[in-house]
């Protein structure tokens, strides 16, 4: 998962660093941010609920794709 928040959208209510602090934080301007190497979610059990919680939908959740390799028939 990839999370980021859009900082043009984001008005500071802070619910998403109160709802999951272990991956959000807010910033010396009071807006939130990820925490540096927390982008892919890991270990943050309450991500998504931050991301219902934002009032301006300012949080962005996007699935990663997995690198797969060919199947050594197609090699």
């Given at each position: 998962?990839?999370?980021?928040?859009?900082?043009?959208?984001?008005?500071?209510?802070?619910?998403?660093a109160l709802v999951s602090p272990d991956v959000f934080t807010?910033?010396?301007?009071?807006?939130?941010?990820?925490?540096?190497?927390?982008?892919?979610?890991?270990?943050?059990?309450?991500?998504?609920?931050?991301?219902?919680?934002?009032?301006?939908?300012?949080?962005?959740?996007?699935?990663?794709?997995a690198r797969t390799q060919a199947p050594a028939s197609d090699?």
């Open positions: 998962m990839r999370i980021s928040v859009d900082p043009d959208i984001c008005m500071g209510a802070g619910q998403c807010q910033d010396d301007d009071g807006f939130g941010t990820v925490l540096p190497g927390r982008e892919d979610g890991a270990g943050g059990t309450l991500v998504r609920e931050a991301a219902r919680a934002c009032p301006v939908q300012a949080i962005s959740l996007g699935e990663t794709q090699r």
